[in-house]
């Protein structure tokens, strides 16, 4: 199982960006699908997740800047981000839950310049 994200750049604050992470190989059910970041020296932290059926989930950070979606037929995840502030600088890493194990993407670097 591959994961790919995509879409990541240098961004003026409040600019925004759309970044995909698309699923291949032997792939069965993907189950729940999530985005994370993560900083240098800092702990990689969820910023959304989504189930199967579409429910989402956010952390505080996120809530009302970002938008977090799949297509199921095309075993993608995307995050649509919004409103981007400096503090959103990080490289953001997609995963998938295929029957219990967790798969994860290489990153796409998120640069946001105030």
């Known amino acids: 199982v591959q994961l790919v994200e995509s879409g990541g750049g240098l961004v003026q604050a409040g600019g925004s960006l759309r970044l995909s992470c698309v699923a291949s190989g032997s792939l069965f059910t993907i189950n729940d699908m999530a985005w994370y970041r993560q900083v240098p020296g800092k702990q990689r932290e969820l910023v959304a997740s989504i189930t199967r059926s579409g429910s989402a989930d956010y952390a505080d950070s996120a809530k009302g800047r970002f938008t977090i979606s799949r297509d199921n037929v095309r075993n993608s995840v995307y995050l649509e981000v919004n409103s981007l502030k400096a503090e959103d600088t990080a490289v953001y890493y997609c995963?998938?839950?295929?029957?219990?194990?967790?798969?994860w993407g290489q990153g796409t670097q998120v640069t946001v310049s105030s």
């Open positions: 995963n998938a839950d295929i029957f219990g194990t967790l798969y």
